[in-house]
C-alpha cells in the first residue's frame, strides 16, 4: 500500500515523525509536507509564485519531501509529480490541536485531505487536541494508527474523506470513538487590541476556550468528552435545502440594468 | 441597511471599486478588504503576527480600511472592531474569474462570506468570470448589483451563503439566472516543471481551461452558458449520507494498541 503523509505543521514537527514511524507497518510512507510550519492556511493554494520539492534529510536519514508551500499544495504536488502511480490513501497529520467546528475551514491539516478527496484519492486528516495539559504524541499517534487501519478496511466512496480528532487524554482513559458530526456555530473568537511603542493599533485574534462548547452528537463534544471523533465530511457545499426557496424568488429581467441607467 | 463590502483582490482592485459604486443606493457601504492581492489563499487566518487596520484614500477621498491580512481576517475584524454595530448583509467581490466548482475552497472572496455566515450575518460572494474575451467590470457590477437587490428582499436562513458568479459575455446577452449546484469535480490541474539558471528544477501550478467542464445544473455549466449562477452553500462540511456506513465499521477496542507494545 502507498501511503502520501503530508500535515500543515511543517516537515520537522513531531506529530508527522511519531505518525510516519506508527503507521510505516501499513505499507510504503512518502511525506510531502511543507517546509515551514502552515498552521491557519487553510485550503490556501500557490499559483503566483513557483513551487520547489526540496529532499529533506534528519539526522542525515531522507525523511521527505518539503515544499515552500501550502497543504494543499503539497498534496497537488505529491501526486503530480513525486508519486506518479498515485498513493492508495492520503493521511495528514498528526496535527498538534484539534481540528473540530468551523476550524476545519481555517486548518490546513483538512485541506491537504480535502485536496486528495477533490482529486479522487481516499484520505484521512488526524488531529490531536493538546488544549488539556495532555500532550503525548507517540500516545496519540499510536492511537491514530489503530483508528486509521480501521479505516484502510473499508472502501471510502468518491466525494467524502474522514477527519479524526483523538482527546488531550491518555489512551487508557479514552472511552472510545464516535462518529460525529461538525460543530457548525461560531466560536466567538474576539481581538486583543493593543498600541505598539509608536501609539499605533494593533490586533491579536485570540481564540475560544473550546471546551466551554457542548452540543450532543458533534466533533468537540465527542473529544471533550474523552471519546475519538470521526467525522465523514463531503467537498460539495452545496445546501441543497435551500435550492427550491432561491429558485422560487422573483428573477425576472435580472440582467437588465435599464432602470438603473435611466 | 449597513453593507460591509470585502474582497480578496485587494482594496485597490477594480472590482471592488466597481461594485461600491453600484451598490450606494442600497445602504450605507463600509469597505474592509485587504492591503494586498491575496487571491488563492482561501479560508485562511492570521494568528501568527498582529493584523492592523489602515485608512485607505484614494485621489484624496476615504474609500475604506486596509488589513494586511486575509479577506476572513478583514470579516472578523471588520465585525469586532470596526463595524460594531454588525452589517445587515456582507458582500464580497466583485472577483475578477468565476469561484466556480471546487475552486470555491481556493477562493478569498467566498472564504469572507463563508466567514461572515459562520458569525451569523447574511452574505454572498460575486464573481465575474473573465475567461472569455469580455471584462467590463462596470457592467458586470450593475448585473451584481441587480442580484443583490433581489437577494436582499429575502432573509437566508442562518447557516447558508450565497455564491453568485456572473458569466463572461456582455449583459444584454445574458440568458438570465440558475440556481445552481457546485461542480463537484476535479478540475485536473497540473504542473509546469522548469529549470532555472542554476539548474535546479521549479514548478508552476497551471490551471485548465474551465469552459471545456460540462454538468447539467451546475455552477461551471451556468456560466459557460451565459447565465447568472447563483449557488446556495452551507458551512457545514459534515458528509450525513456517510454517517451511518462508517458507526458500523468495527471500532471494537479501538483505544487499546496492547497489541502493537507486546
Keep these: 500500500m502507498r501511503i502520501l503523509l ?24 512518502t511525506v510531502v509536507a511543507p517546509d515551514i510550519e502552515q ?5 490556501s493554494i500557490t499559483f503566483s509564485y513557483p513551487l520547489r520539492i526540496r529532499e529533506v534529510h534528519l539526522n542525515n536519514e531522507f525523511i521527505g519531501y518539503g515544499v515552500r508551500g501550502s497543504p494543499a499544495d503539497c498534496v497537488k504536488l505529491a501526486i503530480c509529480e513525486i508519486m506518479k502511480e498515485g498513493p492508495d490513501i492520503v493521511i495528514s497529520g498528526l496535527n498538534m490541536g484539534s481540528n473540530v467546528g468551523i476550524h476545519i475551514f481555517y486548518s490546513g491539516t483538512v485541506a491537504a485531505a480535502v ?6 484519492f481516499p484520505s484521512i486528516a488526524v488531529s ?7 500532550d503525548d504524541v507517540q500516545d496519540a499517534a499510536r ?16 466525494g467524502s474523506l474522514l477527519n479524526v480528532n483523538i482527546p488531550s487524554i491518555p489512551s487508557d482513559q479514552m472511552k472510545g470513538m464516535r462518529v460525529t458530526r461538525q460543530f457548525a456555530h461560531d466560536f466567538q473568537e ?57 429558485k422560487d424568488w422573483n428573477w425576472d429581467d435580472i440582467t437588465s440594468y435599464k432602470e438603473n441607467k435611466e
Aim: net charge negative; charged share 25%; with cysteine.
Design 6 to 29: 503530508t500535515n500543515d505543521d511543517g516537515i520537522y514537527a513531531p506529530g508527522i515523525a511519531a505518525l510516519k514511524q506508527c503507521i510505516e507497518d501499513l505499507g510504503e510512507v
Design 39 to 43: 498552521s491557519g492556511v487553510g485550503h
Design 115 to 120: 485536496e486528495a478527496a477533490i482529486m479522487g
Design 128 to 134: 490531536f487536541d493538546i488544549s488539556g495539559d495532555y
Design 143 to 158: 492511537v491514530a494508527k489503530n483508528v486509521i487501519g480501521r479505516i484502510l478496511k473499508h472502501r471510502l466512496p468518491k
Design 190 to 246: 474576539t481581538f486583543s487590541k493593543r498600541i505598539d511603542p509608536s501609539g499605533k493599533a494593533y490586533y491579536w485574534l485570540v481564540g475560544t476556550d473550546k471546551s466551554l462548547h457542548h452540543e450532543e452528537g458533534t466533533d468537540i463534544s465527542a473529544i471533550n468528552e474523552g471519546y475519538i471523533s470521526v467525522t465523514p465530511l463531503r467537498y460539495d457545499l452545496t445546501n441543497y435545502h435551500l435550492f427550491q426557496e432561491v
